[in-house]
């Protein structure tokens, strides 16, 4: 058996064995209405998916964490690799990153609402604003990790500083962007489901929060699985590209 | 006449925290083109430091290094360097990408690289290994790799800070006799550092010996007058051999 089948084989009976354990607990442990089974979840959770109500939810919070992680990220690596590249912007910067990264995204929401308004907008700039600082981190810490001998290299090969700098630092830099990217992501959902409980029309946070309010504790079990499962399947692309990157990342040959 | 690396009175002085240590004092070394120099010294004599200022990487605080009548202001493409550990490779290159980076520097065209990559590839005996990543090569061939990218670029000599240094024996001796044949082909000027008397010994048209620090400077120097390949089990080489030794041998115990 190869080591790939032997851990899809492995997901599949670690969830399975989470869901007899549910089962279980929820019939012998904690018998109440409050905790359904998983059996009446999975039913809720289809009819919700064949009434569209599901997809529309995921879709509305995955847009928001696409969009913001994008717009954050798109911030995040050019000022990190000029913090990393260039002493006067870390020092001019790193009192920013260090200063902010202390402030929640969640602690913004208030503000971000007063701002923006509790449409998209105020999504889409925390999402933004969780994931700048840790790319940026990241970033900064891969280019100065870029190992000296590297970089020699390429100067007694003829490398301007520009060419070390694309050709050396940039490339060797990128596993620590993706995994900057990565912790990144954990965030945003943290972030979305935060700011929906808060103040939104739609989105996963909100269906729980809508859920609470009628009591339909089937809805908050099939909100929670879903963001699981959509932030296992998130995790996993980013873990498979930084797997591709990380040992042969190629720029442009 | 002057000659073709030319370092005059060289010296090195850290500072740090823990204040100033003079690493080197008053190198003086001349290498005709061609040669084949072995610097040789025990652990902390000034071996890289020396090569550092040659290469560019460091600017001696005392004195001048010459390269051809020029003096040396950073590194550059004349002077190609093969680094003692392997960490200088770019991962996310395969080992012909590796070896044409120079020449992609230099904007030649893709098909031109791959040709010239290919020679080099041969040359240091990794035919057919050109698709490979530095993570899915041996600590020989890495070496092999960085060695053919140093070439490939065609400088005007070679720095090679103990290549070998990380290798087991056996590889060491195969890689040995692999550049010997490389250098009787080409002919490039070579500064070669180790630690290793043998390996000196095997390789050198002439062997430094340095004093050890502070204030590492250049001992002696033993002209080694054997062809290639070396028969290094012949009486000849073994008494270079113990020459040598015998000056390494004073520098690490002086008071005998
Ligand atoms: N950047 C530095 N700052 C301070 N001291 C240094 C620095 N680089 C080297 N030295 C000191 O200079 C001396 C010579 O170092 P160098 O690396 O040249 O030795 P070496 O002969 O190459 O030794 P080895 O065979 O172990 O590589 C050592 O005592 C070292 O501690
Ligand atoms: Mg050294």
């Known amino acids: 058996m190869n080591s790939r089948s032997a851990t899809v084989i492995g997901y599949v009976l670690g969830f399975a064995l989470l869901f007899v354990i549910w089962?279980?607990?929820?019939?012998?442990l904690v018998s109440s209405v409050l905790f359904p089974s998983p059996f009446p979840v999975f039913e809720r959770g289809w009819v919700l998916l064949e009434e569209g109500l599901l997809q529309e939810s995921i879709w509305a919070s995955m847009r928001r964490i696409i969009q913001g992680?994008?717009?954050g990220s798109a911030i995040g690596i050019p000022v990190g690799l000029a913090i990393g590249s260039f002493r006067p912007v870390r020092l001019l910067l790193e009192p920013w990153t260090e200063f902010f990264r202390f402030i929640p995204a969640v602690a913004m929401i208030t503000v971000a609402v007063i701002w923006f308004g509790i449409g998209e907008e105020s999504k889409i700039f925390l999402i933004a604003y969780t994931t700048v600082f840790v790319v940026i981190i990241a970033t900064a810490a891969g280019v100065g990790a870029v190992g000296r001998d590297k970089i020699r290299a390429a100067q007694c090969l003829g490398a301007n500083k520009f060419q070390v700098f694309a050709l050396v630092a940039l490339p060797a830099t990128v596993p620590y962007i993706l995994t900057g990217m990565r912790l990144a992501m954990a965030n945003a959902f943290v972030t979305i489901v935060a700011a929906e409980l808060v103040a939104s029309n739609d989105g996963l946070g909100k269906m729980l929060w809508d859920a609470r309010l009628f009591m339909q504790v089937e809805d908050i079990f099939v909100a929670l699985i879903s963001l699981g499962l959509l932030g296992f399947a998130t995790d996993r692309v980013f873990r498979l590209l930084i797997r591709a990157f990380a040992g042969r990342f190629n720029p442009t040959m | 006449m002057v000659g073709f690396v030319e370092l005059d009175g060289v010296g090195m002085t850290f500072r740090g925290r823990t204040g100033a240590y003079e690493a080197v004092r008053?190198?003086?070394?001349e290498l005709s083109e061609g040669e084949f120099f072995c610097l040789l010294g025990t652990s902390g004599c000034g071996k890289t430091t020396v090569m550092n200022m040659l290469a560019g990487f460091d600017t001696p605080t005392a004195g001048q290094i010459r390269l051809e009548g020029k003096p040396v202001r950073g590194p550059g493409a004349d002077r190609g360097v093969v680094f003692q550990g392997h960490d200088s490779l770019y991962d996310w290159l395969t080992a012909r990408d590796n070896i044409a980076f120079g020449l992609r520097l230099?904007?030649?065209?893709r098909s031109e690289r791959r040709a010239i990559a290919d020679r080099f590839l041969n040359m240091v005996g990794l035919t057919g290994q050109g698709s490979k990543h530095p993570s899915e090569l041996s600590g020989g061939m890495k070496q092999r790799i960085q060695i053919a990218r140093?070439?490939?670029?065609?400088?005007?000599?070679?720095?090679?800070d103990e290549p070998f240094g990380a290798l087991d024996a056996m590889t060491r001796a195969v890689l040995q006799t692999e550049l010997s044949r490389i250098w009787s082909e080409n002919r490039k000027t070579v500064l070669f550092i180790t630690h290793d008397i043998e390996e000196a010994c095997a390789l050198a048209t002439r062997v430094g010996v340095m004093k050890r620090g502070p204030g590492g400077t250049l001992k002696a120097v033993v002209p080694i007058d054997l062809p290639y390949p070396r028969e290094r089990t012949?009486?000849?080489?073994?008494?270079?051999?113990?020459?040598?030794?015998?000056l390494i041998h004073a520098e690490i115990h002086p008071h005998e």
């Open chain 2, 26 to 29: 008053d190198f003086n070394l």
């Open chain 1, 23 to 28: 089962h279980l607990a929820s019939q012998y």
């Open chain 2, 150 to 160: 140093a070439l490939a670029n065609d400088p005007r000599m070679l720095l090679m």
């Open chain 1, 69 to 71: 992680f994008l717009l």
């Open chain 2, 234 to 246: 012949s009486d000849a080489f073994m008494a270079s051999f113990r020459q040598v030794h015998e």
């Open chain 2, 106 to 109: 230099r904007g030649m065209g």
